[in-house]
């Protein structure tokens, strides 16, 4: 790769391990799906990727509820619902659910749901990628947030579930030159919502790379060992 050159990834979870769409210079470049994060980190040390933004939460407090999910909340208005609260570092400690949602009541005041529970492992695997070489090079996203600032900081009326929804947040990504082929090989298996949050993950790589990204909140929150806890866009 010229040394000039700017990669980025974007990498959301999906059902066979992690999707990746890869951008040079703005442009797609590539697509691929990971078995575990971890390898996805190191195939892009080894490959020069500067920016790896992940759609998964990267930063746990000690104590009550992170500022940056209240605020993407907040921001995506009747599309809130897929912002999960994220609660504190002990929650996520325990083996089972009941006993991390009685360890977040007793911690914040509210217990936990199923559906944020569900992240449990992927979470921990993102977060353990942060103490690994090319740590430093992960950003948190969230690609509706992604999407939130592509359409020109509005809210999008179609979930990205719908078929409307879709077309939208693919057109919206065409129109930012980041166009993604039709014939994606075994990553045209992934479920499309997937693909395209991916692809939005790496549109906000590419805005981090070039030091125009914003956060979530503005200034981020700090976890124990001083890294930031937000939310890039």
């Known amino acids: 790769m010229p040394a000039d ?21 703005a442009r797609f470049a590539g697509a691929r799906l990971g078995a575990s994060l ?6 892009a040390v080894r490959s020069g990727v500067g920016v790896v933004a992940v759609d998964m939460p990267l930063g746990l407090l000690d104590t009550g509820w992170r500022s940056a999910d209240t605020e993407a909340a907040a921001l995506l208005g009747r599309l809130r619902g897929s912002v999960f609260r994220v609660p504190p570092r002990a929650v996520w400690q325990e083996e089972h659910y009941e006993s991390a949602s009685r360890r977040c009541r007793a911690l914040t005041g509210a217990g936990l749901s199923r559906q944020s529970w569900g992240l449990a492992t992927k979470l921990r695997e993102a977060n353990s990628c942060l103490a690994e070489a090319g740590g430093e090079r992960l950003y948190e996203v969230h690609p509706e947030v ?21 077309m939208a947040r693919r057109a919206l990504l065409d129109a930012a030159g980041v166009v993604i082929p039709d014939e994606l090989g075994d990553v045209g298996r992934v479920p499309p ?11 906000s790589a590419q805005r981090i790379a070039e030091g125009r990204a914003r956060t979530l909140p503005d200034p981020p929150q700090y976890d124990r060992g001083g890294r930031p806890i937000a939310i890039w866009y």
């Not at 971890?38 to 195939?43: A, K, Q, V």
């Not at 919502?193 to 549109?203: I, T």
């Open 38 to 43: 971890h390898s996805l980190l190191r195939e």
């Open 146 to 166: 992604s999407f939130w600032a592509l359409a020109g900081n509005r809210q999008l009326p179609h979930r990205k579930k719908s078929w409307a929804g879709q």
């Open 5 to 25: 050159m700017v990669a980025v990834l974007g990498v959301d979870a999906c059902p066979a391990g992690w999707v990746a769409v890869e951008l040079r210079d």
């Open 193 to 203: 919502d997937d693909v395209l949050d991916a692809a939005a993950a790496a549109w």
